[in-house]
């Protein structure tokens, strides 16, 4: 089955600790994003990717990072300089600039502070 | 500055009747729509988009209309059914930026 594969469904993390969110995807598609949803908002991007070995910032890049070193892979870092990481962080990905194509899903990650 | 707007938060609304959800976009450059629909703890699924060059797309009980002067979207469902009851998200795509913009969700509810 094609799709995008979040993992761990749960997470904690320790002050002044970095964790790495896993994103894979098999879908063959080219750009992949990563989106953070707190209570009643909506998904803000974090970063996104158009092709391998290219990444951009998105609307609250910062306190994050991410690599893409191969298609099927999108790891997001939330690293210590993130002071407010509680939440739910979801990845994306699309086949790249055809419009009418939308994004896919995992099922998200759920951070949390201890 | 919140460039996409879902000004309802929540719908409530009787099975078999019809559920209206709204949206509104400031940026004159996005040039698709699309509605997405969100279970609890699962990752949204795409519902139906439309293009800013038409007005209408229908996709058997849903139905997306756009009123690019207004700056205004709505997506129908009728007849409602209870199993539709989620959260919906309006997202607005600027096909040279590469990315989707979205609105803050409206919750529909549909009773039995």
């Known amino acids: 089955d094609g799709g995008i594969t979040q993992s761990p469904k749960y997470l904690f993390r320790k002050e002044g600790q970095n964790v790495t969110l896993s994103c894979e995807q098999n879908l063959n598609h080219d750009a992949m994003y990563w989106y953070r949803q707190d209570p009643g908002q909506g998904l803000r991007l974090i970063y996104y990717?158009?092709?391998?070995?290219?990444?951009q910032n998105g609307d609250i890049a910062e306190g994050y990072s991410v690599s893409r070193e191969k298609k099927e892979s999108f790891p997001l870092t939330v690293t210590s300089a993130q002071k407010n990481p509680t939440a739910f962080y979801l990845c994306a990905s699309s086949i790249w600039q055809i419009s009418n194509q939308p994004q896919h899903f995992g099922d998200g990650t759920r951070l949390s502070i201890l | 500055d919140q460039q996409v707007k879902q000004n309802s938060p929540s719908l409530s609304v009787q099975e078999g009747r019809i559920s209206i959800l709204n949206c509104d976009y400031t940026?004159?450059?996005?040039?698709?729509f699309l509605w997405y629909k969100k279970y609890p703890a699962e990752g949204p699924t795409f519902l139906i988009s439309i293009s800013s060059i038409k007005d209408k797309n229908e996709d058997g009980r849903f139905t997306v209309f756009l009123n690019k002067s207004a700056k205004h979207l709505s997506l129908h469902i009728v007849p409602s059914q209870p199993g539709d009851s989620a959260v919906y998200f309006c997202?607005?795509?600027?096909?040279?930026?590469?990315?989707?913009?979205f609105g803050d969700g409206t919750t529909l509810t549909v009773k039995p």
């Open positions: 997202a607005a795509h600027y096909t040279n930026a590469g990315k989707s913009t």
């Open positions: 990717s158009q092709i391998v070995n290219d990444f």
């Open positions: 940026n004159s450059m996005f040039d698709y």
